[in-house]
Structure formats: C-alpha cells, structure tokens
C-alpha cells in the first residue's frame, strides 16, 4: 500500500467501524441491555485513553525531547488547551446527552435529535484532529513508520468508535 492509500484507509476505517456499531444494534436490539451497553461504553474509554497516550501523548514527548526542549512541556501545554477549547465548545454549543437526558450549552430551540448531532460532533472533533495531525505530521516526514503510527492511531479510535456507535444507538431504538 502507498502512503496515501494507508491514510484513507485509515480514515474511512473510523468511519465504518462507527457504523458497524451502530447497525449491529439493529440485529440484537432485542437482546441487548443497560449492562452490555456499559461493557461497550468502558471498553470504548479504554481504546481511547489507550490511544491517546500511546499514539499522541508518548510520540509527542518524543519530539520534543529530539529537538532539544523539555519533552512534557509542549506535550502538556497542548493537552491543556486541547480540554480548554473542549470545554469552552461544550459549554457554549447547545447538545443532549442521551444519558440521564441532560441537556447543556446555552439555551436553545434546536430539536432534540439535532442537540444528540451536536453532542456526537463535539464528540468527534478531537478525534478527527488527532489522527488529520497524525497522518499531517507523516506525509510531512515522508517516513512509512510514521504512517504506519497514524493507522494504529486511526484503528484505536476505530475500535473504540464501534461500542460507541453502538452506544448511541441503543437509547433511540
């Protein structure tokens, strides 16, 4: 496979595995309960956390020890700004969280169905920019390793967008 075919490959993984979870609760719908659906939830958490420090948090330290700086400052430094933006956009973006229905962000008229897209949007803007800065930073390199971490970062996410899917799906069947 050439570069460019591992990166769109990689992004359209994310996506599949988005949907395959989704679809999948319409073959078991009528066997699956709260309980699995917390399984999923906590598997989905792990991949996550599992991705970021591995794929994002470990590579950049890495980077900046290479170029001579303190390697958790830069690291830290984002990881803090990243949860700011996030937190800034959650409190501002009206959405609906599907759990406990609660709603959040200013006041809206927006529908129900069109606060559960918000939420799922806030949701997957830093995973969309986790692995466009993964796959950005390997054709910036040139170098197939960094490619080849890119697509381990895209399947983690993958793999914690499937339970997911999954979850969101459950509570609108």
Wanted: aromatic letters at 10%.
């Amino acid at each position: 496979m050439t570069n460019l075919q591992i990166a769109i490959f990689g992004v359209a993984l994310i996506f599949v595995m988005t949907v395959a979870g989704s679809v999948m609760v319409y073959f078991f719908k009528n066997t699956i309960n709260e309980k699995f659906n917390k399984i999923f939830l906590g598997f989905a958490a792990g991949v996550m956390i599992a991705a970021s420090v591995w794929s994002l948090l470990i590579p950049a330290i890495d980077m900046s020890n290479n170029q001579g700086l303190a390697g958790w400052i830069p690291a830290a430094v984002g990881f803090a700004a990243g949860g700011l933006v996030l937190l800034g956009i959650d409190k501002l973006v009206p959405h609906f969280h599907v759990e406990g229905h609660v709603e959040e962000g200013l006041p809206s008229k927006l529908s129900m169905s069109s606060k559960l897209f918000l939420a799922m949007t806030i949701h997957n803007i830093p995973e969309g920019l986790a692995v466009g800065f993964a796959f950005g930073a390997a054709f910036l390199s040139g170098e197939r390793a960094m490619f080849l971490a890119a697509l381990g970062l895209a399947i983690g996410i993958g793999l914690q967008n499937f339970p997911e899917g999954a979850a969101v799906v459950l509570p609108l069947k």
